[in-house]
């Protein structure tokens, strides 16, 4: 075969030497879940972020306005007087110890922090964590809760994605403790404009998909008395709607450069961050799971491209990444995994090719429409 050059038609719509089509403007593949190009070659997710944070990325004046109405929700909550003025999950991860740093020592916030530990937590992640405490002296404290690694189990072998019970918990877990203690505020370290998070086809985790893969399994009776209770999702997300505003999605508000962020801990703080996700030992297998049923995207396409959309990479750097072929290597800690599944290598490879879909269908749409209001998210 004769190698040739790339016609105009392919070089504009963003056809690539490997023949996968991908966004003129991202490097989002044709095989993507849920995507769709226009006549440009742009895909819908990039005209979704030009929507909606389009002019907050281009410009200056925006951003320092979204940082003041930040400072106002934050002067509020310290007017309240309340013992604690906001409450932050911190994973030993980049995004939640930035928001640590932010509320402790850029606005003078009284912070309250917890750790959810899904069974998956690396020890490097608790070094971590034990530092950022001390650093911010911040009162601090674990939830370890066997039910969640149990219900993962449950959702692997189901669903063939085992996201569903950490995120839920999570979630819930923290409006209990800020209902608990009294706390004005949540912060959160995950946005839609920073994020590329998995296509929500596969990993979803609103309460509905949740009861509905646990319908025939004997843990109703404890559901009943654990963190799994109550749909804290809906609460906050209809509080949120009629501007009772609790959780603050603090990368909406504020430049989020991950480089920056990175450098900042390691030259202040003594603290490093070895990798994306190196806060959960799993999230190498969720990778895997989700590049088997997206024709090998995976997080690195998903990451990539929201940075490019944020301005915070080119376009041609991101395929030349992605060109490096790391993408088939042996998955991150899977031996580990389906040992802490309990599952064997037959099973987890069967379960594997399973997904959400069945869980889901006829509800969605409600919560759809919540997250699009909070998160701004196709
Ligand atoms: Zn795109």
């Not at 640590?100 to 009284?110: A, S």
């Not at 209770?229 to 603090?250: D, E, P, S």
Request: net charge positive.
């Amino acid at each position: 075969m004769v190698a040739m050059e790339p016609t105009l038609q392919q070089v504009n719509h963003g056809m690539t030497d490997t023949g996968v089509k991908r966004c003129a403007r991202c490097v989002m593949p044709e095989n993507y879940p849920g995507i769709a190009f226009d006549a440009e070659g742009v895909c819908n997710f990039c005209r979704y972020f030009e929507t909606h944070w389009g002019s907050w990325v281009a410009s200056e004046k925006e951003k320092a306005r979204s940082e003041a109405k930040l400072r106002g929700i934050f002067d509020a909550a310290k007017q309240k007087g309340k013992p604690y003025d906001a409450l932050i999950g911190i994973s030993g991860g980049k995004d939640s110890s930035y928001c640590l740093y932010l509320c402790r020592k850029v606005y003078g916030l009284k912070v309250l922090t917890f750790t959810m530990h899904n069974g998956f937590l690396p020890d490097a992640a608790k070094h971590r964590i034990q530092k950022l405490v001390e650093a911010f002296d911040v009162p601090h404290f674990y939830h370890r809760d066997p039910l969640v690694l149990e219900l993962a189990r449950v959702f692997m072998r189901k669903t063939g994605n085992f996201c569903a019970p950490c995120e839920l918990a999570t979630f819930n877990l923290s409006a209990i403790i800020a209902r608990e203690y009294d706390i004005p505020l949540i912060v959160l370290g995950s946005s839609s404009r920073t994020d590329g998070s998995p296509p929500k086809v596969l990993n979803p985790w609103d309460p509905a998909y949740f009861a509905k893969v646990l319908k025939d399994e004997p843990y109703q009776e404890r559901l009943r008395c654990s963190l799994f209770a109550r749909n804290y999702l809906v609460r906050a997300g209809l509080a949120r709607v009629f501007g009772r505003r609790r959780i603050v999605i603090l990368p909406d508000y504020v430049e989020w450069d991950e480089e920056k962020i990175a450098e900042l801990f390691e030259q202040d703080f003594g603290i490093q961050f070895d990798e994306e996700h190196s806060d959960c030992i799993a999230s190498g297998v969720a990778d895997y799971l989700y590049r088997r049923k997206c024709k090998g995207s995976g997080r690195k396409v998903m990451k990539y491209s929201v940075l490019i959309r944020g301005g915070k990479m080119s376009r041609e750097e991101a395929l030349e990444r992605l060109g490096e072929n790391d993408g088939d290597s042996p998955t991150l800690n899977l031996d580990r995994f389906i040992e802490l599944m309990g599952m064997t290598r037959d099973e987890f490879n069967e379960a594997s090719e399973r997904s959400p879909g069945s869980y889901m269908r006829g509800l969605p749409r409600f919560y759809n429409a919540l997250r699009r209001r909070v998160r701004r998210q196709v």
